[in-house]
């Protein structure tokens, strides 16, 4: 690495430093280009992309599919808002629906606006449906969650940075731990409207919830008569090796909301699915976005659905995550003490004693893998699920080499 590269890679951060607020703490990597799993910096160097941008790059940086579909919509239209139709909705929508074996779509943009928009659905399916009093609708959500960062959304989580000093919270929501299912049956009651769940929590650390508690969740939703509103914004779309995560456990919920990768990595493209029943609630006026349904989102989008439709991603997810399973589960003992992984997504504890997270994080970018650290000591590893074997294979050893490297810089 030359000194004038180096200097390249410097004064970006630092203009970002000076002009992009500090709402992140990025490591010391620019990314200039990437292609697949891979991305190069401004100096040249090529990492492994073992994040993902959180799962919204599953199909991997620019596939060739999602780039033609957007560059042939970027020739014709992009953006007529939803005052009229466009050509692209129907065929977006329709396939979508499919794919979830729900009714209908309602399109959004970002992950948040999904979950925003599900509970706003929830609410008014609770009131015009369900028949719950004006304005006495509850929401039961889970500990350790993450929906999103709006207002409503930091209300009902249980992270401290994530909440704290953005109150008046919005009210309507009833937090109970995370995979105890008695716990959620005693929150439900006849104003519930909707319990709000990740099948698996990926920012607190890919948590797996234990057997049997999403089936319970359903059940009690059946009896209480509330929706099962499943959050697969990063689970979902083949990540776990299913279309959605909901299906490892057998359940079918009311609503799916999905993001992340629904814009393929390369814009924002979120949406709410679920039936007839459900959506239907929204009348014109009630409910919208300028920007959701477009038609470039929907050309990406429709191609996103098109690629799942194959199955193939969802099968490299599932053969690609117990191959990289089977390597992390060796490091037990030897600096990690814990693995939980569903698909090509797994959180791995380091630890802690060895350092932090984001200590393992930034030697493991001098050694050519991006990952990111979710809480204290716990990596997630989600690379695009279209990362070879042996790239996988590398990536971990990379794992065991930095963790040697910390526990030998711990004990010196
Ligand atoms: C990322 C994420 C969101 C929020 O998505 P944004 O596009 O960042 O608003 C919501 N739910 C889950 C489970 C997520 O992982």
Known sequence: M????????AEHIAL????AAHNYSPLPVVVAEAEGAWVTDVEGRRY????AAYSAVNFGHRHPELVAAAKAQLDRVTLVSRAFHSDRLAPFVTELAALAGKDKVLPMNTGAEAVESGIKVARKWAYEVKGVPQDAANVVVAGGNFHGRTISIVSFSDDPAARTGFGPYTP??????????AALGAAIDADTAAVLLEPVQGEAGVVIPPAGYLQAARALCDRAGALLVADEVQSGLARTGRTFACQ????????YLLGKALGGGILPVSAVVADDEVLNVLHPGEHGSTFGGNPL???VGLAVVRLLATG???ERAAALGARMRERLDALVGHGVVGVRSLGLWAGVDIDPRLGTGKEVCLRLAERGVLAKDTHGSTI????????????????????????????????S
């Open 2 to 9: 030359t000194a004038a590269r180096e200097a390249r890679s």
């Open 16 to 19: 970002a430093d000076a002009h």
């Open 48 to 51: 492994l992309d073992c994040l």
């Open 172 to 181: 309507g929501f009833r937090r109970v731990p995370y995979g105890d299912a």
């Open 248 to 255: 490892h456990f057998g359940v079918v919920p009311d609503v």
């Open 297 to 299: 989102a929907s050309a």
């Open 312 to 314: 193939y991603y969802q």
């Open 380 to 411: 997630r590893l989600a690379p695009p699920l279209v990362v070879e074997p042996h790239e996988l294979d590398w990536a971990v050893e990379q794992l065991r080499v930095v963790i040697d490297e910390v526990g030998r810089a711990r004990a």
